[in-house]
C-alpha cells in the first residue's frame, strides 16, 4: 500500500498552482510541483477526450498528497454516477480500457521502471550520446542497449519539453546514480 509520507502534508491543488505561479522555489515537496504540471497536461488530455485521463490524474494527486482540482472531482463522480445509474455499460466504458488488447505488460512496465533513470542518467552523463553510452547505462540497469536506447529516444521527447517549458530546476533531486566511470560500475 502506497501512503503519503510524513514529510508531504497535503496541499490543495489551487494553493500550489499560485506557489508556481509566483515562481516560489519554496515549494513543500518537488513531487508536488511536478505533480501539478502532469495534472495541466493531463487535463488537456481529458478535454481532447482521454477517458483514461482521470483515473491518471486520481493517481497524480494520491502519489503527491494532492486535494483533486475542480475539474477532477467533477469528471470523477460524472463518470461513477454514470455507471452507478446505469447510463454506462461497464467502468471501462467512462475511464477507458487501462491496456490495449495484445500489449506486453510486463515490457511496457519495465519501459516505465526505467525511463526517467535512463534519460536522466544519458543526459547528465557527459558522453557522447551513442552505442557505447547506451550498453554502459543498460548494463547498469539491467537492461540491454536496444532497449535502453529504445526507452531513451521514447522519453526524450517528453523530458526535452518539459525541460524547455520549466528550466533545468526539472531535474532537482532526482536521483540518478549512474556513473560513466567504468571502475564505478557494478
Given at each position: 500500500?502506497?501512503?503519503?509520507?510524513?514529510?508531504?502534508?497535503?496541499?490543495?491543488?489551487?494553493?500550489?498552482?499560485?506557489?508556481?505561479?509566483?515562481?516560489?522555489?519554496?515549494?513543500?515537496?518537488?513531487?508536488?510541483?511536478?505533480?501539478?504540471?502532469?495534472?495541466?497536461?493531463?487535463?488537456?488530455?481529458?478535454?481532447?477526450?482521454?477517458?483514461?485521463?482521470?483515473?491518471?490524474?486520481?493517481?497524480?494527486?494520491?502519489?503527491?498528497?494532492?486535494?483533486?482540482?475542480?475539474?477532477?472531482?467533477?469528471?470523477?463522480?460524472?463518470?461513477?454516477?454514470?455507471?452507478?445509474?446505469?447510463?454506462?455499460?461497464?467502468?471501462?466504458?467512462?475511464?477507458?480500457?487501462?491496456?490495449d488488447k495484445g500489449?506486453?505488460?510486463?515490457?511496457?512496465?519495465?519501459?516505465?521502471?526505467?525511463?526517467?533513470?535512463?534519460?536522466?542518467?544519458?543526459?547528465?552523463?557527459?558522453?557522447?550520446?551513442?552505442?557505447?553510452?547506451?550498453?554502459?547505462?543498460?548494463?547498469?540497469?539491467?537492461?540491454?542497449?536496444?532497449?535502453?536506447?529504445?526507452?531513451?529516444?521514447?522519453?526524450?521527447?517528453?523530458?526535452d519539453a518539459w525541460?524547455?517549458?520549466?528550466?533545468?530546476?526539472?531535474?532537482?533531486?532526482?536521483?540518478?546514480?549512474?556513473?560513466?566511470?567504468?571502475?564505478?560500475?557494478?
Amino acid at each position: 500500500m502506497i501512503e503519503c509520507q510524513e514529510s508531504l502534508s497535503p496541499i490543495h491543488f489551487e494553493e500550489l498552482r499560485e506557489q508556481i505561479d509566483k515562481e516560489s522555489y519554496e515549494i513543500r515537496d518537488w513531487r508536488q510541483w511536478v505533480a501539478r504540471i502532469q495534472l495541466d497536461e493531463i487535463e488537456a488530455n481529458y478535454k481532447e477526450g482521454d477517458k483514461q485521463a482521470i483515473i491518471d490524474a486520481m493517481y497524480v494527486c494520491a502519489d503527491a498528497c494532492l486535494d483533486h482540482p475542480d475539474w477532477l472531482r467533477n469528471a470523477f463522480l460524472n463518470s461513477v454516477q454514470a455507471v452507478r445509474g446505469y447510463g454506462a455499460k461497464s467502468w471501462d466504458e467512462v475511464f477507458g480500457k487501462p491496456h490495449d488488447k495484445g500489449v506486453n505488460i510486463r515490457a511496457r512496465a519495465k519501459k516505465i521502471k526505467y525511463q526517467w533513470a535512463v534519460y536522466a542518467s544519458v543526459k547528465n552523463s557527459g558522453r557522447a550520446i551513442d552505442a557505447s553510452l547506451f550498453e554502459d547505462v543498460g548494463k547498469f540497469y539491467g537492461l540491454g542497449k536496444t532497449l535502453t536506447e529504445e526507452i531513451y529516444y521514447t522519453g526524450k521527447p517528453l523530458y526535452d519539453a518539459w525541460i524547455k517549458k520549466y528550466g533545468e530546476k526539472i531535474m532537482i533531486e532526482q536521483p540518478v546514480v549512474f556513473d560513466t566511470d567504468p571502475a564505478v560500475q557494478k
